[in-house]
């Protein structure tokens, strides 16, 4: 994945339990490098090592850990000079969410290797959104209820966010229940 995404992961780790743990984790990681570079590309290992050994060293299921580095990570690109495509994906959750594909097939022009997930709202009522999330990526989805939840965050609503059914062989995408609790 992109080196922002690995920045990112450090920038949660180290802010919260401070540098020294943060070598630890890499260590056990077996991670060499320690400043990634945003726009250069790394071996999806490297991420997925460095959550697992973060699992460990700061016992914590790896689910909370990625859902707790999707709230981290709507805070850290909304900052970052992609704000601004933020901004305009939408007012409400649901036409955020009807917008990421557009949103990453526009970060695709500055992230020319990017390989992106896939969105696709199936329905929304304004209170609950049912939502197809696909990707070639295994074990994300924590993190997706986490950048859900960090989205509606940023709109000032709360959400539950309810894994409905799994990918499997013959069906490729998640589906996923978004309820909006307030507005
Ligand atoms: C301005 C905001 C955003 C930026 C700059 C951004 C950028 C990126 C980048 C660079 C990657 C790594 C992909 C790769 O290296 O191939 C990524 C992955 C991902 N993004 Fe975004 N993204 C943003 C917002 C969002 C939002 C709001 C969501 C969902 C609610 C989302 C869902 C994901 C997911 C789930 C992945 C993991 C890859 C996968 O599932 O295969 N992103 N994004």
Redesign the pocket.
Known sequence: ??G??NRALKGLISERFGEATWQEIRAKAGVEVDEFTSMS?YDDAITYDLAGAASEVLDTPIEDLLRVFGHY??EF?GK?S??I??EQ?GKTVGE??GA?DE??TR?ALS?T?????S?RVLSDDGETIMLH?E???PA?VP??CG??E??AKRLNVQVTVTLVEAKSEDNPADLLRIQVLST
């Open positions: 994945m992109y922002m995404v590309t990570w709507i690109a970052s992609y704000a495509l933020l994906a955020v969410l990421l949103m990453h970060l992230f290797e990017l390989r992106p997930p969105f999330y990707s070639f990526r994300l993190f997706v950048l859900i960090g989205v």
